[in-house]
């Protein structure tokens, strides 16, 4: 409710210095955090990546800013007529959107940059304006959540009444959570393991929420992570592909990504990954897949990476250069269905808690 | 051992033997030359007195011959000087003969092309022509006429005379002759079209086998000077005309002979010569030898103080014409047009005049529209083997913003005493240096200015494409900034606009 008005507010205002500015006879100008490389550091304090001191000018007088200028401005005023009639968005359907103002985008690119310019002018991010990548990360345990969102006011839904689990959308994100018997929440970055946590009562046998971040995990799924952590005291533990990508899956849902780094409340620092580690091959004789040149070439990158810091990261790392091979998590398979949830996991969370 | 005989033959038959050189060389060629040659005769003839040229041709249908080739009838009027009676009969049936063989600007010069029409009409159809001429005076003449080929001279078939009642002056061949419409009829399109082109100031009228009529009405009246007669320039003279001169001259020494036959040849520059090429001013020409001419040749030739020679016996159609000619025919949204100052090559004074052309009816095609003129006359053939096809294939236009898919026209017109062409069919100029460079600088000076024209209309085009940035995203940003301030009435944005036009970009 609160974040509504602030958003509310924060939009208006700046409509209200574009127009005040064009009223006195000023070509209107917006001031705003440079977004490129040399603008982004990372805060060990914070421990996410944060945008530093330098500043870009956005004038209507530059014919070159002109037009994604004027794209900004209808963007907040499309985000607040969003927000104002409590209406949601995808950033596919913002695109569209645009064409019913001649307002059109050359391509989805484009306005989703900004997008994320008006992101970094407001401090906020697009969630807060109700603009929504299209849903892909699912949720499943025992939480109540009670809706907020216009139609659904005060209605509950266990997240363990839907046995296809429940869509990270924009209302879930936005519910407030009533209660829930869990004590930890396992984060999975594939479908197939979902469904089979799902399957073998991983929930129930662990008390825990699981939550599926198809892939990397998109920002409102990363939000409802930081969410459960926060709000519910409830340790997150995750697990990917046993490779460099796997990896950095789980390290942006703990540190954050260079592209959100205007944005904060999207981290969640004391999220644990859990595996596939280097060392998990090792010792589990997983079968694998020899590593690929950018998969090389990414583990050094991430070596350099700040964010990459503590030891348990760089051995990973260090084995994985060292053995040269990766595993996916159904590798788990060759010992059995269930060998997964009845051997692996118990120990993992025994190793990482 | 086989016996060889020698015989004489005349003009005509030697014409009639080789009559591919006149560029009578397969019936669609033919029918195009034959009305080209008389059309060129009319202009001319209205031109010597400076009337503007009112031209009538009809070509009509008389009968089937094979497949493709017709028998056609060609009549050709117009309101020229008029023949003189008595030259009748020669001036259209006897070959090389004429009016031509002076050294001014005409767009004949053989005396060859009229006749060489009636000639080929004759052997293909075996029909006396018709000639009606009046100069204007009481009486009109009218001549049927034969060629005896053998003896090159006229046959008098039948004469009339008219009174001229209504004073009118002019002249009307009418003849048949074999031909191919149909294929040549693209080629004699646009051999009007060129020709309204460069001649503004005639109303040319075609009438077609099939009734079909084409009008090119003048824009003008004005017209340009006619050339003046000239002497030889000292330059361009050979060992037959110096012995004809010699032959003919009333002077006794060789000061005088120098000074009047002789093109800008005056009294310092004749004495000049004389102790230059060693021969004794009071030489009398009479007396010269043989030898003594092939050297005076060779020395005149050596000579490097003889003055260039003028144009007074050129008639170039002067910037203003070519300009109108080329509206009123293309409708171009630009056009530049310049005329090089008189130049010489052997002896032989020309003019080159240039234009550029872009837009309006232009074609858009792969390459440029070339038209090439010689003497006010369209050349339709060979045009990849034309100097001036040379040289604008030779140039960077690059250089000048032009792109190959632009709609340009370019037309090179050159003006001579004596063109260089490379055929007696007159159908593509000759690759000479002086020609070939005085075409490349005015091609140069024209393709400046369509590049000026080219930069600016760019300029102006990028300056629109600005303002229309400007004004298509400013009101839009008003729009949306007030109604996200939740205010009623959006802030003027006519000031802001007003700053973003650049001084000296009004619409144009």
Redesign the interface.
Known sequence: MEKRKEVLTS??S???R??EQ??K?F??SIEMPSRSTENIYYDPNVRQFILGGKKVRRS??N?RH??P??QL??T??FS?ELTMHRKTSTLRDVYYSAQA???SFKDQQESNNIITDLETVLGLSREDFNIFPEERSAVFGDLTIEYTVPGYEGKRLNLTSHPDCVMIGPDLTSAEFVKTTADKVIAIEKGGLFTRFIEESVHKKFNAILVLTAGQAPRATRHFIRRLNRELKLPVYIFTDGDPWGMHIAMVIISGSANAAHLRELTTPDAKWSGVWATDIVNYKLPTDPLDDVDVKRLYELQRDPRYKDPLWQREIKTFLKIKRKAEQEAFSRYGLTYIVDEYLPAKLEETS | MARVTFEEISAADFFYRNRDIAGFTNPSRAIFAAIRELVENSLDAAESLKIPPDIYVRLSHEGAVGTGTQVYRLRVEDNGIGVPPRHIPSAFGQILFGSKYKLKQQRGTFGLGGKMAILYGQITTHKPACVISSTGMSKIYKYKLMIDIQRNRPLILDRKIMINKTRWRGTIVEFSLEGDYFRAMPKILEYFKQTAMVNPYANLTFVDPKGRLYKFTRVTTEMPDPPKETLPHPYGVDVELLQRLINATPYRNMLEFLRYHFHRVGDKTAQKFLEFSNIRPSKNPKRLSHEEIVRLMHMLKKFKEFLPPDASCLSPLGENLLRAGIVKELKPEFVAVHQRRPATYAGHPFIVEVAIAYGGEIPKKEGFVIYRFANRIPLLYDEASDVSVRVINSMNWRRYKVAPDMPIAILVHICSTKVPYKTVGKEFIADRPEVRREIANGLREVARRLRRFLTRREHVYREKK?LG??SK??P???Q????????EKA?D?K??LRS?RRFGTEET
């Open positions: 939009l208006e700046l409509g209200a574009i127009y064009m009223d006879g070509f209107p209507a007088r014919i002109l037009r200028f004027t401005v209808w907040a005023f607040h103002y001649e307002m | 600005r940035i400007f995203y400013l839009k940003i008003a949306f900034s007030t109604q996200l301030a939740g205010k802030p944005v000031k802001l973003v």
